[in-house]
């Protein structure tokens, strides 16, 4: 589920360490974010509404028939192929295995 809110801006700017603007603008729309435990520490970036469907579906366990279908509604040229390649290429997607 997509927050309502501009998660990312409210959580950069309760950073000790942000310098700049402190204001958030709650009218700016839903965040998708995707993060990720890397190597050298914790990558939070926002991805694009079709990712986020994708991703979510899978997160929820479905098929792989109703992830892409639910993918599809959100864009009807998703292309499996090249979202599998870029997930599983960047270890977003780091195993495939049974939901039982």
Partial sequence: MAPEFPILR???VNQTDHCGDLRVALDTGPDRLRIRRE???ITIERVAAVDF???SAL???ESL???IER???VE???DLGTTLHRFIGDGTIAG???RR
Avoid: E
């Fill in 39 to 41: 190597p050298d520490g």
């Fill in 10 to 12: 409210i959580w950069q």
């Fill in 76 to 78: 009807a040229t998703f």
């Fill in 59 to 61: 997160a929820q366990h």
């Fill in 53 to 55: 469907a994708w991703l």
């Fill in 65 to 67: 028939a109703a992830a």
């Fill in 71 to 73: 993918t599809q509604r």
């Fill in 96 to 98: 495939i295995g049974d």
